[in-house]
């Protein structure tokens, strides 16, 4: 089973950059999909970045196109997301997830981490 942690969360002006890091451990996560998805209050769960596992493929929501990266590294077992121009409708609490290539959901989830952009 992998265990997901998440860090690098924490309060920062509007125009900001900030640069979250998932660590894997338990056992490597190569052959699962990952992805960030954010959670803000009053609002559902929302997918924020994926990267494939086979070519590595990156996908964003509309909302973070052009701001965010994402991208992995299996040798460390860790998965990042970069996010500059930070927005305050980018406050939410971001959690890293896992999706095992042969099913269809992200079953395996960090505790997540906040992120606040507030000036």
């Known amino acids: 089973q992998v265990h997901l942690v998440e860090s690098g969360g924490g309060l920062v002006q509007p125009g900001d950059s900030l640069r979250l890091s998932c660590v894997a451990s338990?056992?490597?996560?190569?052959?699962?999909?990952m992805a960030w998805f954010r959670q803000a209050p009053g609002k559902e769960r929302e997918l924020v970045a994926g990267?494939?596992?086979?070519?590595?493929?990156?996908y964003y929501a509309d909302s973070v196109k052009g701001r965010f990266t994402i991208s992995r590294d299996n040798a460390q077992n860790t998965v990042w997301l970069q996010m500059n121009s930070l927005k305050p409708e980018d406050t939410a609490v971001y959690f890293c997830?896992?999706?095992?290539?042969?099913?269809?959901?992200?079953?395996?989830w960090g505790q997540g981490t906040q992120v606040t952009v507030s000036s």
């Open positions: 997830a896992a999706r095992d290539i042969t099913t269809t959901t992200y079953g395996i």
């Open positions: 338990g056992r490597t996560f190569r052959g699962y999909a």
């Open positions: 990267l494939t596992w086979g070519t590595g493929e990156a």
